[in-house]
T-cell receptor
Framework: DGGITQSPKYLFRKEGQNVTLSCEQN?????MYWYRQDPGQGLRLIYY???????QKGDIAEGYSVSREKKESFPLTVTSAQKNPTAFYLC?????????????FGPGTRLLVL | AQSVSQHNHHVILSEAASLELGCNYS??????LFWYVQYPGQHLQLLLK??????LVKGIKGFEAEFIKSKFSFNLRKPSVQWSDTAEYFC????????????????FGTGTRLKVLA
């Protein structure tokens, strides 16, 4: 089955700790995205990547970092600099970067702070 | 500020009732419009999308949406809801100009939680 997988489903972070959320896709999509979902705020773009070894900041990149070493993988690290990390994190991908591209989403990771 | 507005944050309906969820956007140029649904415990799924052509778009599970350019709206409708339609619904707009690297940005609404009573 083609799709996007995210792991873990739940992640707990201690104060001062960096944690990494995994996102893998086997759709052969070039573009990948990370969103943060908070109640009542919809989805906000953290980072996006159009090709391997290239990525760009979205609207709320502070306190996060990403890498894109492989086409299939786009891990997100929530650093200790992110003061309010508790949220639902969604990874998405699209075939390309055009105006009419549809984004497809993974199942999400819920991050909680201990 | 440019935005996507979903005015109904919570909607409760009985089964067989008709549904209309509002979505308004504030962009003046070319836009592409989407409705996504997030069922409890599941990932965000595409319900339907509008790029061009017939402004009445039909999606999966009996949903449809109408693009009214003059009203900057893309409301989602379903004539008769079922208990299984209980979910959160998100409207999204993809529009130019592109971001760095040439990609276009999705803007999401804040979502509408629909609860259908059996």
């Amino acid at each position: 089955d083609g799709g996007i997988t995210q792991s873990p489903k739940y992640l707990f972070r201690k104060e001062g700790q960096n944690v990494t959320l995994s996102c893998e896709q086997n759709l052969n999509h070039d573009a990948m995205y990370w969103y943060r979902q908070d109640p009542g705020q919809g989805l906000r773009l953290i980072y996006y990547s159009q090709i391997v070894n290239d990525f760009q900041k979205g609207d709320i990149a502070e306190g996060y970092s990403v890498s894109r070493e492989k086409k299939e993988s786009f891990p997100l690290t929530v650093t200790s600099a992110q003061k309010n990390p508790t949220a639902f994190y969604l990874c998405a991908s699209s075939r390309g970067q055009g105006l009419q591209e549809t984004q497809y989403f993974g199942p999400g990771t819920r991050l909680l702070v201990l | 500020a440019q935005s996507v507005s979903q005015h109904n944050h919570h909607v409760i309906l009985s089964e067989a009732a008709s549904l209309e969820l509002g979505c308004n956007y504030s962009y003046g140029g070319t836009v592409n419009l989407f409705w996504y649904v997030q069922y409890p415990g599941q990932h965000l799924q595409l319900l339907l999308k509008y790029f061009s052509g017939d402004p009445l778009v039909k999606g999966i599970k009996g949903f449809e949406a109408e693009f009214i350019k003059s009203k900057f709206s893309f409301n989602l409708r379903k004539p008769s809801v079922q208990w299984s339609d209980t979910a959160e619904y998100f409207c999204a707009v993809n529009r130019g100009p592109p971001l760095a690297s040439g990609t276009y940005k999705y803007i999401f609404g804040t979502g509408t939680r629909l609860k259908v009573l059996a």
